[in-house]
């Protein structure tokens, strides 16, 4: 039974959401205009944008499907693990997941580095992803290229 409460709060959850994807939707077509990206509306594509993305900043093409496989896998494996009481495929769950943490973090680094940026905003983009998107997204840097 959904009491009113929590209807509230999904209300609430799916307001912050709706904010959180306009505005990750804003930085990342922009960052899409300066990397001249063809199809602008690759931005509106929540996982298909983030894969885009790895492919525009990494010099390995590949990354950016390992992390959305490894992504998708961890969680299956993780939540069936933890419903079946499987602890073997729970652990190959939480594995997969670090694993994507992992690449998600190289990501980051260099998405820094390919708009001319340092450290600073590599870090920013690990901690504060959605502001320092938009700050990318709308700073006077342009792309250079994917870095090794």
Known sequence: MVTQEMARIANTY????????????L????????????NKAIAYIPVYREVKLFQIVWDKKNMGLYWA????????????????AIQPLGWVGLLSLLFATWLWLRKCH???????????????????????TLYVGYSKTEYKGAKK
Do not use: D, P, Q
């Not at 930085?27 to 063809?38: D, L, N, Q, T, Y």
């Not at 390919?114 to 901690?127: D, P, Q, S, V, Y």
């Open 27 to 38: 930085g990342m077509r922009h960052i899409f205009e300066m990397a001249k990206v063809s």
């Open 14 to 25: 799916m307001i912050f959401a709706v904010i959180w994807y306009v505005t990750h939707t």
């Open 110 to 132: 260099f998405e820094a580095r390919a708009f001319n940026r340092k450290n600073g905003t590599a870090i920013g983009l690990m901690l504060f992803n959605i502001l320092f």
């Open 69 to 84: 496989i490894s992504s998708i896998v961890g969680v299956v494996c993780y939540v069936m693990g933890a419903r079946l």
